[in-house]
Structure formats: structure tokens, C-alpha cells
């Protein structure tokens, strides 16, 4: 990513506007945010702006995917936020080939037990596991729907999907 960088660092003489596109959850902001640091501390008036109407990232996409799949989950939906936020933090520092790694979904599970009983923890973070592996990156969406299960909610809200399932 360093070579990347001072590439685009060499080319920046006047005033460049630099676009990323990508997949949805594909790591665009994160790809942003690190070129926006490395420009910054090297003396460069760096103005990042997304264009994005509506994001979720990918620890949410994954989690709620997780409920909305598993019937068995849905007594526990009320803890959906909580357990995004947490999976953020596990795994925002981490490259995103990393993200998902056995390491962070340890992590992941010790949380879950934390907040949900012990058997109810490791399968949830089993099928949050399942979600994750289910995301194709060389489509033009980020979630293979066919393969994460029949539920079509990319448009709708996951609050509305969920009171639809109770």
C-alpha cells in the first residue's frame, strides 16, 4: 500500500482529485482514510468526502445477515448494535484480508459469551463466520445473496425485516 501511496504522492503537484470505487463494503473508506493519513503527514491539505446515500459496513451487513437467517438468533436482536459496534472495533485496525481471521472471531466469540449464553455465543459467531466466507467481492454486490440464504433485504431496513420475521 506504501508504494501506492508514494506513487500518488509523486503525482501530486497542483491540486488532484483522487476517486475510489469499489464493491459495496469492498474497503473503499478504509483505503481512503490510510491514503488521506499518509498524504496528511507528509504536508499535503488532504478533503475526503464520501458519496455514499446509505452505508452500513461490513461488520453490520454481516451481523445483521446473521439474524435475519437464523430464527434462533431473533430473541436476541435487540443486541444487534451492540454487536456490530463490537465487531468494528475487533477488526477495524486489521488489513482487510485479515478481518475475518480465526484470531478476530475468537475475539468475537469471547464478546458474544459476555452477552449471550455460552452455546447460543459460538454458534452465532459460527454463522457469522458462514456470512462472511458468503461474501463475493468479484460481484457487483459485495453479499451473493443466492448463497447467504433467500432473504432479499438490501433495500429494506433491517428493523422493518426483523418485525416482519417476529
Known amino acids: 500500500m506504501k508504494e501506492l501511496f508514494s506513487k500518488i504522492e509523486n503525482e501530486l503537484n497542483d491540486k488532484k ?3 475510489i470505487a469499489g ?17 496528511s503527514q507528509k504536508g499535503k491539505r488532504v478533503l475526503q468526502f464520501s458519496s455514499d446515500m446509505y452505508y452500513k459496513g461490513i461488520s453490520r451487513i454481516i451481523t445483521e445477515k ?3 437467517h437464523n430464527v434462533e438468533f431473533l430473541k436476541y436482536s435487540n443486541l444487534c448494535a451492540s454487536i456490530y459496534n463490537n465487531v468494528r472495533e475487533i477488526i ?7 478481518k475475518f481471521c480465526d484470531r478476530n472471531f475468537l475475539k468475537i466469540n469471547e ?7 455460552l452455546f447460543v455465543a459460538e454458534n452465532f459467531a459460527i454463522k ?7 461474501i463475493n467481492f468479484d460481484g457487483p454486490f459485495c453479499i451473493n445473496f443466492n448463497q447467504s440464504g433467500s432473504d432479499r ?14
Do not use: C, R
Not at 23 to 39: Q, V
Not at 153 to 166: A, D
Open 111 to 117: 464478546y458474544l459469551k459476555t452477552i449471550m449464553p
Open 128 to 134: 457469522l463466520k458462514e456470512e462472511f466466507n458468503n
Open 17 to 19: 482529485i483522487i476517486l
Open 92 to 98: 477495524e485496525d486489521d488489513e482487510f484480508s485479515n
Open 153 to 166: 433485504t438490501e433495500n429494506q431496513g433491517f428493523e422493518s425485516v426483523l418485525k416482519n420475521k417476529l
Open 66 to 68: 446473521t439474524f435475519l
Open 23 to 39: 464493491a459495496s463494503s469492498s474497503g473503499k473508506t478504509f483505503m481512503a482514510e490510510k491514503l488521506k493519513d499518509y498524504l
